[in-house]
Protein backbone atom coordinates (compact mmCIF):
# COMPACT_ATOMS: atom_id res chain seq x y z
CA UNK A 1 0.00 0.00 0.00
CA UNK A 2 2.88 2.44 0.13
CA UNK A 3 3.07 4.35 -2.95
CA UNK A 4 5.30 6.61 -4.98
CA UNK A 5 4.34 9.72 -3.14
CA UNK A 6 2.56 8.65 -0.02
CA UNK A 7 3.79 6.26 3.35
CA UNK A 8 1.22 6.17 6.02
CA UNK A 9 4.51 5.95 8.41
CA UNK A 10 7.47 7.21 6.64
CA UNK A 11 8.85 11.28 6.65
CA UNK A 12 9.32 12.83 3.94
CA UNK A 13 13.38 12.44 4.05
CA UNK A 14 12.99 8.46 4.81
CA UNK A 15 10.27 8.30 1.88
CA UNK A 16 12.88 10.53 -0.50
CA UNK A 17 15.57 7.62 0.11
CA UNK A 18 12.79 4.49 -0.23
CA UNK A 19 12.39 6.17 -3.52
CA UNK A 20 15.77 6.64 -4.41
CA UNK A 21 16.32 3.24 -3.20
CA UNK A 22 13.34 1.68 -5.51
CA UNK A 23 14.87 4.04 -8.39
CA UNK A 24 18.13 2.67 -8.16
CA UNK A 25 16.81 -0.65 -8.32
CA UNK A 26 14.23 -0.16 -11.16
CA UNK A 27 17.08 1.86 -12.97
CA UNK A 28 19.41 -1.60 -13.10
CA UNK A 29 16.37 -3.62 -14.38
CA UNK A 30 15.56 -1.12 -16.73
CA UNK A 31 19.10 -1.52 -17.87
CA UNK A 32 19.59 -5.27 -18.19
CA UNK A 33 17.87 -7.74 -21.74
CA UNK A 34 14.86 -9.40 -20.21
CA UNK A 35 17.03 -12.57 -21.17
CA UNK A 36 19.82 -10.94 -19.00
CA UNK A 37 17.34 -10.22 -16.15
CA UNK A 38 15.71 -13.47 -16.22
CA UNK A 39 19.55 -15.04 -15.96
CA UNK A 40 20.48 -13.08 -13.01
CA UNK A 41 17.00 -13.67 -11.47
CA UNK A 42 17.13 -17.50 -11.76
CA UNK A 43 20.54 -18.05 -10.50
CA UNK A 44 19.53 -15.35 -7.81
CA UNK A 45 22.72 -13.19 -8.46
CA UNK A 46 22.64 -9.53 -7.05
CA UNK A 47 21.33 -7.13 -10.08
CA UNK A 48 22.43 -4.00 -8.62
CA UNK A 49 25.87 -3.70 -9.10
CA UNK A 50 26.66 0.02 -10.12
CA UNK A 51 24.64 3.09 -10.08
CA UNK A 52 24.53 6.36 -11.74
CA UNK A 53 23.23 8.75 -10.12
CA UNK A 54 23.14 11.75 -13.05
CA UNK A 55 21.17 8.59 -15.00
CA UNK A 56 18.50 8.55 -12.56
CA UNK A 57 18.43 12.42 -11.81
CA UNK A 58 17.41 12.60 -15.76
CA UNK A 59 15.51 10.47 -15.48
CA UNK A 60 12.86 10.76 -12.47
CA UNK A 61 13.71 15.06 -13.67
CA UNK A 62 15.00 15.68 -10.31
CA UNK A 63 18.16 17.90 -8.94
CA UNK A 64 21.40 16.16 -9.29
CA UNK A 65 22.62 17.64 -5.42
CA UNK A 66 19.02 16.35 -4.12
CA UNK A 67 19.69 13.32 -5.39
CA UNK A 68 23.29 12.71 -4.31
CA UNK A 69 22.54 13.97 -0.48
CA UNK A 70 19.65 11.72 -0.36
CA UNK A 71 21.54 8.89 -1.51
CA UNK A 72 24.43 9.76 1.18
CA UNK A 73 21.56 9.16 3.97
CA UNK A 74 21.13 6.17 2.26
CA UNK A 75 24.22 4.35 1.99
CA UNK A 76 24.56 4.92 5.54
CA UNK A 77 20.91 3.05 6.29
CA UNK A 78 22.35 0.35 4.50
CA UNK A 79 25.62 0.42 6.13
CA UNK A 80 23.96 0.14 9.00
CA UNK A 81 21.63 -2.21 8.58
CA UNK A 82 24.59 -4.62 7.03
CA UNK A 83 26.64 -3.75 10.13
CA UNK A 84 29.83 -2.85 8.32
CA UNK A 85 30.83 0.45 6.45
CA UNK A 86 32.84 1.08 3.27
CA UNK A 87 30.17 -1.84 1.31
CA UNK A 88 30.52 -2.47 -2.34
CA UNK A 89 27.59 -0.87 -4.39
CA UNK A 90 26.82 -5.10 -4.68
CA UNK A 91 26.93 -5.47 -1.02
CA UNK A 92 24.79 -2.79 0.12
CA UNK A 93 21.74 -3.32 -2.44
CA UNK A 94 22.17 -6.64 -0.79
CA UNK A 95 18.65 -6.54 0.75
CA UNK A 96 15.42 -6.31 -0.07
CA UNK A 97 13.16 -3.27 -1.02
CA UNK A 98 10.47 -4.65 1.94
CA UNK A 99 13.79 -5.14 4.27
CA UNK A 100 14.67 -1.44 3.95
CA UNK A 101 11.22 -0.42 4.18
CA UNK A 102 10.41 -2.03 7.51
CA UNK A 103 14.02 -0.71 8.64
CA UNK A 104 12.65 2.86 7.95
CA UNK A 105 9.09 2.14 9.46
CA UNK A 106 10.38 0.49 12.88
CA UNK A 107 11.78 3.83 13.63
CA UNK A 108 8.91 5.75 12.68
CA UNK A 109 7.19 7.76 15.03
CA UNK A 110 4.04 5.84 13.43
CA UNK A 111 4.62 2.79 13.69
CA UNK A 112 5.23 3.64 17.96
CA UNK A 113 1.76 4.73 17.66
CA UNK A 114 0.35 1.86 15.99
CA UNK A 115 2.13 -0.41 18.35
CA UNK A 116 1.08 1.33 21.50
CA UNK A 117 -2.83 1.41 20.34
CA UNK A 118 -2.76 -2.49 19.65
CA UNK A 119 -0.82 -3.11 23.44
CA UNK A 120 -0.82 0.05 25.12
CA UNK A 121 2.20 0.12 25.56
CA UNK A 122 1.50 3.69 27.15
CA UNK A 123 -1.01 4.75 29.56
CA UNK A 124 -1.48 8.35 27.51
CA UNK A 125 -0.36 9.83 24.48
CA UNK A 126 2.01 12.21 26.66
CA UNK A 127 3.43 9.15 27.72
CA UNK A 128 4.43 7.91 24.02
CA UNK A 129 5.88 11.11 22.75
CA UNK A 130 7.71 11.60 25.97
CA UNK A 131 9.13 8.54 25.94
CA UNK A 132 10.21 8.80 21.99
CA UNK A 133 11.39 12.05 22.72
CA UNK A 134 9.97 14.42 20.81
CA UNK A 135 7.15 16.82 21.21
CA UNK A 136 3.31 16.50 20.71
CA UNK A 137 3.44 18.85 17.68
CA UNK A 138 5.96 16.53 16.17
CA UNK A 139 3.82 13.55 17.58
CA UNK A 140 0.71 14.61 15.87
CA UNK A 141 2.22 15.33 12.57
CA UNK A 142 4.29 12.22 12.04
CA UNK A 143 0.83 9.53 13.31
CA UNK A 144 -1.40 12.51 11.02
CA UNK A 145 -2.12 9.33 8.30
CA UNK A 146 -2.86 7.14 10.49
CA UNK A 147 -5.12 8.57 12.53
CA UNK A 148 -7.02 9.98 9.41
CA UNK A 149 -7.07 6.44 8.20
CA UNK A 150 -8.78 5.35 11.71
CA UNK A 151 -11.42 8.38 11.73
CA UNK A 152 -12.16 7.12 7.55
CA UNK A 153 -13.27 3.72 9.16
CA UNK A 154 -15.52 5.25 11.92
CA UNK A 155 -12.89 4.74 14.70
CA UNK A 156 -12.14 7.60 17.46
CA UNK A 157 -9.28 7.96 19.16
CA UNK A 158 -8.64 8.84 23.16
CA UNK A 159 -5.40 10.11 24.02
CA UNK A 160 -6.20 9.80 27.80
CA UNK A 161 -5.98 6.61 27.94
CA UNK A 162 -4.47 6.29 24.72
CA UNK A 163 -6.44 3.72 23.23
CA UNK A 164 -9.05 3.27 19.64
CA UNK A 165 -12.51 2.95 20.65
CA UNK A 166 -15.76 2.07 18.32
CA UNK A 167 -16.64 -0.74 16.34
CA UNK A 168 -15.12 -3.75 16.95
CA UNK A 169 -14.63 -5.51 13.97
CA UNK A 170 -13.56 -1.38 12.16
CA UNK A 171 -10.86 -1.98 14.90
CA UNK A 172 -8.89 -4.99 13.94
CA UNK A 173 -9.56 -4.00 10.56
CA UNK A 174 -7.55 -1.07 11.33
CA UNK A 175 -4.67 -2.85 13.00
CA UNK A 176 -4.87 -5.41 10.04
CA UNK A 177 -4.41 -2.89 7.05
CA UNK A 178 -1.87 -0.65 8.91
CA UNK A 179 0.31 -3.67 10.54
CA UNK A 180 0.28 -5.05 6.64
CA UNK A 181 1.42 -1.86 4.98
CA UNK A 182 4.02 -1.46 7.72
CA UNK A 183 5.33 -5.18 6.63
CA UNK A 184 4.08 -6.13 3.60
CA UNK A 185 4.70 -9.70 5.07
CA UNK A 186 8.65 -9.01 5.34
CA UNK A 187 8.57 -9.33 9.52
CA UNK A 188 6.56 -10.42 12.00
CA UNK A 189 5.19 -7.90 14.06
CA UNK A 190 2.94 -9.22 17.02
CA UNK A 191 3.87 -10.67 20.23
CA UNK A 192 2.16 -13.66 19.83
CA UNK A 193 3.74 -16.32 18.93
CA UNK A 194 3.88 -16.71 14.68
CA UNK A 195 3.71 -20.54 14.63
CA UNK A 196 1.00 -20.52 16.85
CA UNK A 197 -0.97 -18.08 14.55
CA UNK A 198 -0.58 -20.53 11.56
CA UNK A 199 -1.44 -23.26 13.43
CA UNK A 200 -4.60 -21.41 14.28
CA UNK A 201 -5.18 -20.22 11.13
CA UNK A 202 -4.40 -24.20 9.68
CA UNK A 203 -7.13 -25.57 12.51
CA UNK A 204 -9.86 -22.87 11.10
CA UNK A 205 -9.30 -23.57 7.44
CA UNK A 206 -9.99 -27.02 8.53
CA UNK A 207 -13.27 -26.07 10.16
CA UNK A 208 -14.15 -23.69 7.70
CA UNK A 209 -13.39 -26.33 4.89
CA UNK A 210 -11.34 -24.31 3.46
CA UNK A 211 -8.55 -25.01 0.39
CA UNK A 212 -5.06 -24.61 1.51
CA UNK A 213 -4.16 -20.84 0.98
CA UNK A 214 -1.31 -19.20 -0.96
CA UNK A 215 1.93 -18.29 1.30
CA UNK A 216 0.78 -14.55 1.33
CA UNK A 217 -3.00 -15.36 2.21
CA UNK A 218 -2.16 -17.09 4.73
CA UNK A 219 0.42 -14.80 6.37
CA UNK A 220 -2.82 -12.51 6.01
CA UNK A 221 -4.72 -14.88 7.66
CA UNK A 222 -1.89 -14.94 10.30
CA UNK A 223 -2.03 -11.06 11.01
CA UNK A 224 -5.75 -11.36 11.57
CA UNK A 225 -5.36 -14.07 14.01
CA UNK A 226 -2.47 -12.42 16.23
CA UNK A 227 -4.77 -8.91 16.75
CA UNK A 228 -7.90 -10.90 17.44
CA UNK A 229 -5.58 -13.00 19.50
CA UNK A 230 -4.73 -9.78 21.38
CA UNK A 231 -8.00 -7.82 21.31
CA UNK A 232 -9.37 -10.83 22.70
CA UNK A 233 -6.97 -11.12 26.10
CA UNK A 234 -8.26 -7.44 26.29
CA UNK A 235 -11.66 -8.61 26.47
CA UNK A 236 -12.69 -6.88 23.80
CA UNK A 237 -14.76 -9.20 21.79
CA UNK A 238 -17.23 -9.07 18.50
CA UNK A 239 -21.01 -8.75 18.89
CA UNK A 240 -23.25 -10.37 16.51
CA UNK A 241 -25.57 -7.13 15.76
CA UNK A 242 -23.86 -6.38 12.29
CA UNK A 243 -22.62 -9.74 11.44
CA UNK A 244 -26.26 -11.74 11.31
CA UNK A 245 -26.52 -10.68 7.82
CA UNK A 246 -24.15 -13.37 6.94
CA UNK A 247 -27.24 -15.77 6.89
CA UNK A 248 -24.43 -18.95 6.65
CA UNK A 249 -23.96 -21.63 8.73
CA UNK A 250 -20.51 -21.81 10.25
CA UNK A 251 -18.53 -23.94 12.98
CA UNK A 252 -17.82 -22.67 16.83
CA UNK A 253 -13.86 -21.74 16.00
CA UNK A 254 -13.07 -20.62 19.33
CA UNK A 255 -11.99 -24.38 20.30
CA UNK A 256 -9.49 -24.52 17.84
CA UNK A 257 -8.06 -21.08 18.71
CA UNK A 258 -8.23 -22.20 22.59
CA UNK A 259 -6.36 -25.55 21.65
CA UNK A 260 -3.80 -23.70 19.15
CA UNK A 261 -2.99 -20.95 21.90
CA UNK A 262 -2.87 -22.78 24.70
CA UNK A 263 -4.90 -20.50 26.12
CA UNK A 264 -8.58 -19.51 27.31
CA UNK A 265 -10.94 -16.54 26.49
CA UNK A 266 -13.92 -17.14 28.48
CA UNK A 267 -16.18 -16.09 25.94
CA UNK A 268 -19.86 -16.36 26.65
CA UNK A 269 -21.72 -18.94 23.55
CA UNK A 270 -22.98 -15.55 21.88
CA UNK A 271 -19.65 -14.26 22.18
CA UNK A 272 -17.84 -17.31 20.59
CA UNK A 273 -20.46 -16.93 17.87
CA UNK A 274 -20.17 -13.63 17.19
CA UNK A 275 -15.96 -14.08 16.89
CA UNK A 276 -16.46 -17.25 14.99
CA UNK A 277 -18.88 -15.24 12.30
CA UNK A 278 -16.59 -12.34 12.10
CA UNK A 279 -13.46 -14.59 11.29
CA UNK A 280 -16.17 -16.60 8.70
CA UNK A 281 -16.84 -12.95 6.99
CA UNK A 282 -12.76 -12.13 6.68
CA UNK A 283 -12.23 -15.28 5.18
CA UNK A 284 -14.99 -16.10 2.60
CA UNK A 285 -16.92 -12.89 1.97
CA UNK A 286 -14.06 -10.45 0.99
CA UNK A 287 -13.48 -8.98 -2.69
CA UNK A 288 -11.23 -11.39 -4.62
CA UNK A 289 -10.43 -9.28 -7.34
CA UNK A 290 -7.63 -11.72 -8.80
CA UNK A 291 -9.34 -14.90 -8.44
CA UNK A 292 -9.99 -16.20 -12.09
CA UNK A 293 -10.88 -19.93 -10.85
CA UNK A 294 -14.43 -20.51 -12.67
CA UNK A 295 -15.55 -23.20 -10.33
CA UNK A 296 -14.27 -21.10 -6.92
CA UNK A 297 -16.30 -18.50 -8.23
CA UNK A 298 -19.37 -20.47 -8.99
CA UNK A 299 -18.68 -21.93 -5.27
CA UNK A 300 -19.33 -18.18 -3.91
CA UNK A 301 -22.19 -17.17 -5.81
CA UNK A 302 -24.12 -20.74 -5.24
CA UNK A 303 -23.45 -20.22 -1.95
CA UNK A 304 -25.15 -16.47 -1.65
CA UNK A 305 -27.86 -18.08 -3.69
CA UNK A 306 -28.32 -20.64 -1.09
CA UNK A 307 -28.38 -18.84 2.23
CA UNK A 308 -28.80 -15.12 1.02
CA UNK A 309 -31.26 -15.02 -1.52
CA UNK A 310 -32.06 -11.39 -1.32
CA UNK A 311 -28.58 -10.19 -1.58
CA UNK A 312 -28.17 -12.61 -4.31
CA UNK A 313 -31.09 -11.46 -6.28
CA UNK A 314 -30.34 -7.91 -5.41
CA UNK A 315 -27.29 -8.04 -7.51
CA UNK A 316 -28.79 -10.13 -10.19
CA UNK A 317 -30.94 -7.88 -11.07
CA UNK A 318 -28.75 -4.96 -10.30
CA UNK A 319 -26.71 -6.46 -13.47
CA UNK A 320 -29.59 -7.49 -15.47
CA UNK A 321 -31.09 -3.74 -15.56
CA UNK A 322 -28.00 -1.41 -15.20
CA UNK A 323 -28.64 0.53 -18.71
CA UNK A 324 -25.33 -0.73 -19.99
CA UNK A 325 -24.62 -3.12 -22.84
CA UNK A 326 -23.13 -6.00 -20.12
CA UNK A 327 -22.54 -8.27 -22.89
CA UNK A 328 -20.67 -5.92 -25.37
CA UNK A 329 -18.61 -4.88 -22.28
CA UNK A 330 -17.92 -8.24 -20.75
CA UNK A 331 -17.83 -9.87 -23.70
CA UNK A 332 -18.27 -14.12 -24.13
CA UNK A 333 -15.52 -14.76 -20.96
CA UNK A 334 -17.27 -16.83 -18.83
CA UNK A 335 -14.72 -16.08 -16.47
CA UNK A 336 -15.14 -12.58 -16.34
CA UNK A 337 -18.24 -12.49 -16.10
CA UNK A 338 -18.73 -14.79 -12.92
CA UNK A 339 -15.84 -12.69 -11.03
CA UNK A 340 -17.83 -9.51 -11.38
CA UNK A 341 -20.73 -11.58 -9.78
CA UNK A 342 -19.08 -12.58 -6.91
CA UNK A 343 -17.36 -10.16 -6.61
CA UNK A 344 -20.58 -7.89 -6.14
CA UNK A 345 -21.90 -10.43 -4.10
CA UNK A 346 -18.89 -10.18 -2.02
CA UNK A 347 -18.93 -6.60 -1.68
CA UNK A 348 -22.90 -5.79 -0.74
CA UNK A 349 -21.94 -8.50 1.95
CA UNK A 350 -18.94 -6.00 3.06
CA UNK A 351 -21.82 -3.29 2.52
CA UNK A 352 -24.16 -4.76 5.36
CA UNK A 353 -21.64 -6.10 7.48
CA UNK A 354 -18.92 -2.66 7.15
CA UNK A 355 -21.50 0.06 6.26
CA UNK A 356 -19.51 3.41 5.35
CA UNK A 357 -16.49 1.61 6.29
CA UNK A 358 -16.35 -0.73 3.45
CA UNK A 359 -16.18 1.98 0.80
CA UNK A 360 -12.31 3.48 2.37
CA UNK A 361 -11.17 -0.12 2.44
CA UNK A 362 -11.61 -1.06 -1.23
CA UNK A 363 -10.26 2.78 -1.98
CA UNK A 364 -7.40 2.33 0.15
CA UNK A 365 -4.64 3.36 -1.91
CA UNK A 366 -6.59 4.95 -4.70
CA UNK A 367 -8.35 8.79 -4.82
CA UNK A 368 -12.08 9.01 -3.01
CA UNK A 369 -14.68 8.93 -5.04
CA UNK A 370 -16.58 12.09 -5.51
CA UNK A 371 -20.03 11.20 -5.99
CA UNK A 372 -20.35 15.18 -7.04
CA UNK A 373 -17.40 14.68 -9.76
CA UNK A 374 -16.72 11.19 -10.32
CA UNK A 375 -14.16 10.41 -13.09
CA UNK A 376 -17.43 8.67 -15.33
CA UNK A 377 -20.47 10.42 -14.57
CA UNK A 378 -22.44 8.33 -17.00
CA UNK A 379 -21.15 5.03 -14.70
CA UNK A 380 -22.12 6.94 -11.65
CA UNK A 381 -25.04 7.77 -12.56
CA UNK A 382 -26.48 4.16 -14.17
CA UNK A 383 -25.26 2.23 -11.09
CA UNK A 384 -26.93 4.76 -8.55
CA UNK A 385 -30.10 4.92 -10.82
CA UNK A 386 -30.54 1.03 -10.61
CA UNK A 387 -30.18 0.75 -7.19
CA UNK A 388 -32.36 3.60 -6.27
CA UNK A 389 -35.06 1.70 -8.13
CA UNK A 390 -34.13 -1.66 -6.95
CA UNK A 391 -33.93 -0.49 -3.17
CA UNK A 392 -37.45 0.58 -3.02
CA UNK A 393 -38.85 -2.58 -3.95
CA UNK A 394 -40.35 -4.77 -0.69
CA UNK A 395 -37.74 -7.81 -0.99
CA UNK A 396 -34.59 -4.87 -1.13
CA UNK A 397 -35.92 -2.91 1.65
CA UNK A 398 -32.94 -4.20 4.21
CA UNK A 399 -30.59 -2.61 1.97
CA UNK A 400 -32.20 0.77 1.57
CA UNK A 401 -30.05 2.17 4.40
CA UNK A 402 -26.75 1.39 2.49
CA UNK A 403 -27.66 3.02 -0.69
CA UNK A 404 -25.41 5.68 -1.00
CA UNK A 405 -22.83 3.30 0.16
CA UNK A 406 -22.99 0.48 -1.97
CA UNK A 407 -23.46 3.06 -5.07
CA UNK A 408 -20.04 4.00 -4.19
CA UNK A 409 -18.78 0.50 -3.59
CA UNK A 410 -20.04 -0.39 -6.87
CA UNK A 411 -19.00 2.17 -9.32
CA UNK A 412 -15.54 1.92 -7.37
CA UNK A 413 -15.35 -1.58 -8.77
CA UNK A 414 -17.02 -1.41 -11.95
CA UNK A 415 -14.80 1.49 -12.89
CA UNK A 416 -11.49 -0.72 -12.96
CA UNK A 417 -13.64 -4.09 -14.01
CA UNK A 418 -15.60 -2.09 -17.29
CA UNK A 419 -14.19 1.16 -18.39
CA UNK A 420 -11.14 -0.46 -20.43
CA UNK A 421 -13.78 -2.31 -22.40
CA UNK A 422 -15.87 0.56 -23.13
CA UNK A 423 -15.58 1.16 -26.45
CA UNK A 424 -15.94 5.03 -25.99
CA UNK A 425 -12.94 4.39 -24.02
CA UNK A 426 -11.05 2.92 -26.07
CA UNK A 427 -7.74 3.84 -27.35
CA UNK A 428 -7.69 4.23 -31.03
CA UNK A 429 -4.52 2.71 -32.77
CA UNK A 430 -3.73 3.31 -36.06
CA UNK A 431 -1.14 1.17 -37.79
CA UNK A 432 0.95 1.72 -40.44
CA UNK A 433 2.77 -1.61 -41.31
CA UNK A 434 3.70 -3.78 -44.60
CA UNK A 435 0.35 -6.08 -44.78
CA UNK A 436 2.04 -8.83 -45.81
CA UNK A 437 4.76 -9.23 -43.23
CA UNK A 438 3.93 -12.09 -41.73
CA UNK A 439 6.26 -11.39 -38.06
CA UNK A 440 3.68 -8.50 -37.35
CA UNK A 441 1.01 -11.48 -36.82
CA UNK A 442 2.32 -11.83 -33.31
CA UNK A 443 2.15 -8.03 -33.11
CA UNK A 444 -1.29 -7.69 -33.93
CA UNK A 445 -2.41 -10.65 -31.47
CA UNK A 446 -0.43 -8.97 -28.75
CA UNK A 447 -2.94 -5.23 -29.69
CA UNK A 448 -5.86 -7.71 -29.60
CA UNK A 449 -5.95 -8.64 -26.31
CA UNK A 450 -5.49 -5.59 -24.88
CA UNK A 451 -9.19 -4.52 -23.83
CA UNK A 452 -8.87 -0.87 -23.76
CA UNK A 453 -7.00 -0.99 -27.22
CA UNK A 454 -8.75 -0.40 -30.90
CA UNK A 455 -7.21 -1.29 -33.97
CA UNK A 456 -8.55 1.25 -36.58
CA UNK A 457 -9.17 -0.06 -40.05
CA UNK A 458 -7.39 0.91 -43.23
CA UNK A 459 -10.38 3.30 -44.58
CA UNK A 460 -10.62 5.12 -41.00
CA UNK A 461 -9.73 8.62 -40.76
CA UNK A 462 -6.38 7.93 -39.13
CA UNK A 463 -6.66 11.77 -37.91
CA UNK A 464 -8.64 10.13 -34.85
CA UNK A 465 -6.34 7.89 -34.05
CA UNK A 466 -4.61 8.36 -30.82
CA UNK A 467 -1.44 6.30 -30.93
CA UNK A 468 0.14 5.33 -34.34
CA UNK A 469 2.30 2.34 -34.92
CA UNK A 470 4.43 2.81 -37.86
CA UNK A 471 7.36 0.20 -39.35
CA UNK A 472 9.62 3.26 -40.96
CA UNK A 473 10.62 6.82 -40.40
CA UNK A 474 8.67 8.89 -43.17
CA UNK A 475 6.09 6.56 -44.71
CA UNK A 476 2.63 6.82 -42.58
CA UNK A 477 -0.27 9.30 -43.30
CA UNK A 478 -1.17 12.25 -42.24
CA UNK A 479 -1.97 12.24 -38.20
CA UNK A 480 -3.52 14.81 -35.46
CA UNK A 481 -0.67 16.66 -34.13
CA UNK A 482 -1.60 14.92 -31.09
CA UNK A 483 -1.17 11.78 -32.12
CA UNK A 484 1.93 9.92 -30.69
CA UNK A 485 4.19 8.21 -33.49
CA UNK A 486 5.58 5.36 -32.51
CA UNK A 487 8.41 3.85 -34.34
CA UNK A 488 8.47 0.26 -33.99
CA UNK A 489 11.71 -1.56 -33.35
CA UNK A 490 13.04 -3.41 -36.26
CA UNK A 491 13.78 -6.26 -34.24
CA UNK A 492 10.49 -6.83 -32.03
CA UNK A 493 11.78 -8.74 -28.97
CA UNK A 494 10.28 -9.42 -25.49
CA UNK A 495 11.27 -6.13 -24.57
CA UNK A 496 9.80 -3.98 -27.45
CA UNK A 497 6.26 -5.59 -25.92
CA UNK A 498 7.19 -4.30 -22.66
CA UNK A 499 7.92 -1.36 -23.40
CA UNK A 500 4.81 -0.82 -26.33
CA UNK A 501 2.45 -1.61 -23.31
CA UNK A 502 3.79 1.15 -21.33
CA UNK A 503 3.29 3.22 -24.21
CA UNK A 504 -0.34 2.10 -24.90
CA UNK A 505 -1.30 2.24 -21.24
CA UNK A 506 -0.34 5.40 -20.71
CA UNK A 507 -1.82 7.00 -23.80
CA UNK A 508 -4.91 5.23 -22.60
CA UNK A 509 -4.64 6.95 -19.20
CA UNK A 510 -4.27 9.97 -20.68
CA UNK A 511 -7.00 9.84 -22.88
CA UNK A 512 -9.51 8.74 -20.01
CA UNK A 513 -8.75 11.38 -18.29
CA UNK A 514 -9.61 13.94 -20.94
CA UNK A 515 -13.38 12.27 -21.05
CA UNK A 516 -16.04 12.97 -18.78
CA UNK A 517 -18.00 10.58 -19.60
CA UNK A 518 -18.18 6.86 -21.05
Known amino acids: ?280 FKFHAVPNFILTDQAKNQENIARYQRYNTALFDLVRQFLAQIPLDMDQLIGTDETRRTNIMSNLLNITLGAMVLGPTVVPVLQLDTTPVDPEKPASPELWRSINSTLTHLLVLPQYQQFQPQLETLSLAYYYFLAHALIPSIPKMALNVGLSLEQNDVSYVDLLGFLTSIPFVRIMGPQEDLHRCAVLLTATDSLYPEVGSDTIIYRLPTKFESDSYGKLYAILMQAWKNNSALNDHF
Not at 32 to 53: G, H, P
Not at 206 to 221: D, I, N, R, W, Y
Not at 234 to 246: F, I, P, Q
Request: hydrophobic content about 40%; glycine content about 4%; cysteine-free.
Open 1 to 280: MITVNHSAYLSNSALEKYRLFRDITAQREYSLTSERLIDKITARQQIVEEVNLKQIASATERNYGSIYNTYLGLTKDLETIKGHEDLSVAEMFGISLDQYHFSLVEESHAYAFLRSLLYQEDASFTQLWRRLDTSKATMLRHTKTLRDFARRLGLRISYDPLMLTGEELNIRLFFFLMFWEATNGYAWPFKFDHHQSLTVLEGMRKEFQMEKATQVTAELGAYLVAISHQRMKMKHVLTDERLAVLHFPFPDIIPVFEAASGESFHLTPEQALAESSGYY
